[in-house]
């Protein structure tokens, strides 16, 4: 039984020593992402600034349970730690001319986040409405969740059996499987930001 439980000990320790792939670049630069210095990051995880110094430095290799210690600093768990992206390859930020036009313009325009939403998991739009703009007597419906706020002008939202005229600083959030449809009955355009997951378009 004793034997059995140094075995056990032992595989542990070993699988604590495996040698993990570029901790220190990714510890350096996941530190310098949230602007912590290498002695606020020690503070945070309860080490020595010296122990955060070698691993960036890559003097040291860190055993799995020293790594996990030193990342309670950050609002990441180990895992993500070991497979997040740290350079992103899409961009992160878009201007106006960016954003890709997706119904037309006119009198209704649909501006998209990015203009490839196939590995996304939510779709950003900025949406504009003429007046007497509407999405059509046949109602939509698709696979999803989606939500907006209007930022300016009114909107006339069916969604299953309801219908309510919002204006700027309302909202609305509801699952897109049930019929739905948009329309703009005012007198000025509306403009609308929203988000749907999964992407539909």
């Not at 210690?69 to 768990?77: E, K, N, T």
């Not at 119904?103 to 409405?129: C, N, W």
């Not at 059996?161 to 049930?178: H, I, K, Q």
Request: charged share 25%.
């Amino acid at each position: 039984m004793k034997k059995d439980h140094r075995i056990a000990h032992g595989a542990q320790q070993a699988r604590e020593e495996v040698s993990l792939p570029e901790v220190g670049p990714r510890l350096r630069a996941l530190r310098k992402m949230y602007g912590f210095s290498q002695r606020e990051l020690a503070k945070r995880a309860g080490v020595t600034n010296g122990t955060i110094s070698l691993i960036e430095q890559e003097r040291i290799s860190p055993s799995i349970g020293s790594l996990k210690r030193v990342l309670d600093g950050f609002p990441i768990s180990f895992t993500d730690f070991l497979t997040v992206d740290l350079q992103p390859k899409r961009p992160v930020f878009y201007e106006r001319k960016d954003l890709k036009e997706i119904a037309g313009g006119a009198p209704i325009s649909f501006k998209l986040v990015g203009k490839d939403t196939s590995d996304r998991s939510i779709q950003m739009m900025h949406e504009r409405y003429e007046p007497g703009a509407d999405t059509g007597e046949e109602m939509l419906s698709h696979m999803g969740e989606e939500t907006g706020i209007v930022v300016s002008g009114e909107i006339v939202l069916t969604v299953g059996g309801e219908t309510r005229v919002l204006g700027p600083g309302e909202a609305y959030y509801f699952d897109s499987r049930l019929p739905h449809r948009f329309r703009n009955l005012g007198q000025a355009e509306c403009v609308i930001i929203s988000a749907c997951t999964p992407p539909s378009f």
